[in-house]
């Protein structure tokens, strides 16, 4: 089932899942900064939501990176970045 999905083309440039990769990168090193500059003042909820987006982030980069194995064909390489989901 897996070769099916990816048997026709790849991903076209745009829209190939580094290139997501790399925006999630760049969110969460803003994110991180952000955390930073206001670490004195941050109330313990807005500390627990950096928290949570900062885990968010680096789950949806795992899954493209995942998606980046698949669509390369490297479906063990896929599989073993979904465990670490």
């Given at each position: 089932?897996?070769?099916?999905?990816?048997?026709?083309?790849?991903?076209?440039?745009?829209?190939?899942?580094?290139?997501?990769?790399?925006f999630y990168e760049k969110?969460?090193?803003?994110?991180?900064?952000?955390?930073?500059?206001?670490?004195?003042?941050?109330?313990?909820?807005?500390?627990?939501?950096?928290?949570?987006l900062e885990k968010s982030?680096?789950?949806?980069?795992?899954?493209?990176?995942?998606?980046?194995?698949?669509?390369?064909?490297?479906?063990?390489?896929?599989?073993?970045?979904?465990?670490?989901?």
């Amino acid at each position: 089932m897996i070769n099916e999905i990816f048997a026709h083309q790849k991903l076209k440039s745009e829209l190939r899942p580094s290139n997501v990769v790399r925006f999630y990168e760049k969110a969460l090193k803003a994110q991180k900064s952000i955390v930073n500059m206001e670490k004195d003042h941050l109330d313990p909820i807005k500390q627990l939501e950096f928290e949570f987006l900062e885990k968010s982030y680096q789950i949806k980069m795992l899954f493209h990176v995942a998606l980046d194995y698949a669509n390369e064909k490297q479906f063990a390489e896929a599989y073993q970045v979904l465990l670490k989901l």
